[in-house]
């Protein structure tokens, strides 16, 4: 399948190329399924740039970033991690959802982010890695709302001046996504769909439901209708069904809004 270009619905497309014109590190901040991950493999694209990436999580280790000594065939070696690959070869770096990780590995993030972008290898032979001059790092963080994230401290960013806030694209806009997945010509159908998440996303964000559907339950849904399924179960299956694990209540509330919507 061929790779869809990324919709720029917001202009961040060129504030990620005048910071990195201007070797300044970003942070995009957004809930989940907001376009962030594709925001940042469509400029890389753009750039021609090798794209390294990690997503972070509780079990993200710093030997993850660093690197970790190797035992093979009696020989040990220092097999070197992503952050330190990265800098030598100055690709751009990737730190998704960075503020699901623990401490001790945002302390020695931190110490490559800083403004000599350098790093110790003490895990190894104490060398000092110092990263290219074309080395660019950009970082994705969900809200605090969030399940497992955290508050980032604040030294650290501050190592990403340039920030960019990612919501929910406008309903046209949101439109014009999913029709660049699907192939049928579904849009009424689509367009009361979207009308649906929203009215879950504005629900979810003032803690009435404890779910948001992303971008990717409306392409999920034009892929159904692509299918030959009705739009009615298409909305049960990706919207409806998902609440079920917090009760039949909860349950209950979202199938009735889907109902009122598309009908039985």
Same mark, same amino acid.
């Given at each position: ?23 300044? #590190? ?25 794209? /390294? !990436?990690?997503?972070?999580? +509780? ?18 070696? #220092? ?9 030598? /070869?100055?690709?751009?770096?990737? +730190?998704? /959802? ?48 969030? &399940? ?26 949101? +439109? ?6 699907? !192939?049928?010509?579904?849009?009424? /159908? ?21 779910? !948001?559907?992303? +971008? ?16 009615? &179960?298409?909305?049960?299956?990706? #919207? ?14 979202? !199938? ?5 919507? #598309?009908?039985?």
């Amino acid at each position: 399948m061929t790779e869809l270009e990324y919709l720029d619905w917001n202009n961040s497309i060129q504030i990620i190329d005048k910071a990195y014109e201007a070797s300044l #590190f970003v942070i995009i901040i957004g809930p989940k399924g907001t376009g962030k991950t594709s925001l940042v493999r469509d400029f890389a694209k753009r750039k021609n740039m090798n794209l /390294e !990436s990690i997503n972070f999580s +509780l079990r993200t280790r710093e030997s993850h970033l660093v690197g970790t000594k190797t035992l093979t065939d009696g020989t040990v070696s #220092f097999e070197e991690g992503i952050l330190i690959k990265s800098m030598r /070869e100055g690709d751009m770096l990737y +730190l998704d /959802e960075i503020n699901s990780a623990e401490a001790d590995v945002l302390l020695r993030l931190d110490e490559a982010l800083d403004d000599r972008r350098q790093i110790v290898l003490k895990e190894s032979t104490g060398e000092i890695v110092k990263a290219k001059e074309n080395w660019f790092v950009v970082a994705t963080i969900n809200p605090l709302t969030h &399940s497992g994230t955290k508050e980032l401290p604040p030294q650290l960013l501050s190592r990403f001046p340039v920030r960019i806030r990612l919501e929910y694209p406008p309903e046209d806009v949101e +439109l014009e996504i999913v029709k660049k997945h699907i !192939s049928g010509d579904h849009e009424s /159908e689509i367009i009361q769909a979207i009308k649906l998440a929203n009215t879950l996303r504005q629900a979810a964000a003032v803690e009435e439901l404890f779910y !948001s559907p992303s +971008l990717r339950e409306t392409i999920a849904f034009g892929k159904l209708l692509d299918r030959g399924m009705p739009s009615k &179960s298409a909305a049960d299956i990706v #919207f409806g069904n998902v609440y079920t694990q917090w009760g039949n209540i909860e349950y209950q509330k979202v !199938s009735d809004i889907i109902t009122s919507m #598309f009908g039985n």
